[in-house]
């Protein structure tokens, strides 16, 4: 393994001069979790981001941002994506994440939907250069995605109806964002970008991976609470993890899908689970992402990415 190049502060220590909330991992990722069903990240179409399940998707929060699927069949109707909102909604659901789109228009409109019903936070991710085709929705916590640039960044400043920004950036990069003074206040997640194998990390990845989570020793830090459903309606534990289909609901609802063991084995794989971690210390504050993990080993327990296990 190379010498350590860079020194990343965790998603605690992030500096002055930027509103950075999370740094390598989802902003709920140090939140709490009840074993309960939290956030429902919907895709709307394939997605026209530069990372694609074909070439591998190479970030932390990839989850939520506008990456490039392969569709196996015909997409979810708008009327079947608006019931599943619904059964969300009455289950108890807070956190509506829409991603992926295809048409700027029918993001806006399934988001504004979901205000409308009443669902307490709903969230839709733009790419920066698709901000001049966004209308602002009241009550929609609109995001958008960018990779890293001085200029993109200040492009930012002048956006204020915006939540946040999904910076996808190298560990080098995010150090220099540190540094810059910028006009945003909104949030920032910086969204990291990992090397295909860890022979070519250039950073300190566990002060990377580093989350306070007090509800880890019972529940995975990322994936508790969270359900996806693709563009075609297929039920994931994450956006990423497009092997693992734990319900399809074109042929059942939200609430059976909620009830699959796969999906709770999921929610509930904490490090005690995967071997290799299972004696770590640092294993309650490490946050991991399976997802990675799995793209870079094709097993979901794999620990490539772990400069401790290996």
Known sequence: MEKVVYSVANSVDVGTSTNIVSVGKPPWSSQSHSGELERLIIQLGAGSGRFSEITGIPRSIGCIGNNSFLLRREPLSPERVREIIKDF??????????????????????????????????????????????????????????????????????????????????????????????SFRGEIYVDILYPGSARKLDFNVIEMKRVLNQSAETYHDCLAGTLAITAEGYALPCPLLRNYIVADVKEVGLRKALRKKRLKEFWKMTKDKIEACSTCPFKYICHDCRALEYQATGEIKGIEYCLINR
């Open 89 to 182: 909604m009455d289950i108890g659901g807070k956190e509506l994440w829409l991603t992926n789109y295809d048409r700027i228009e029918y993001l806006t409109s399934i988001a504004a939907y979901a205000v409308e019903i009443g669902v307490p936070e709903v969230y839709a991710v733009v790419k920066l250069e698709d901000l001049e085709s966004v209308h602002p929705v009241e009550g929609v916590r609109f995001i958008a995605e960018l990779e890293y640039s001085k200029e993109n960044i200040q492009k930012l400043g002048a956006q204020d109806w915006l939540h946040g920004a999904l910076v996808m950036a190298t560990a080098k990069q995010y150090d220099e964002l540190k540094g810059l003074k910028i």
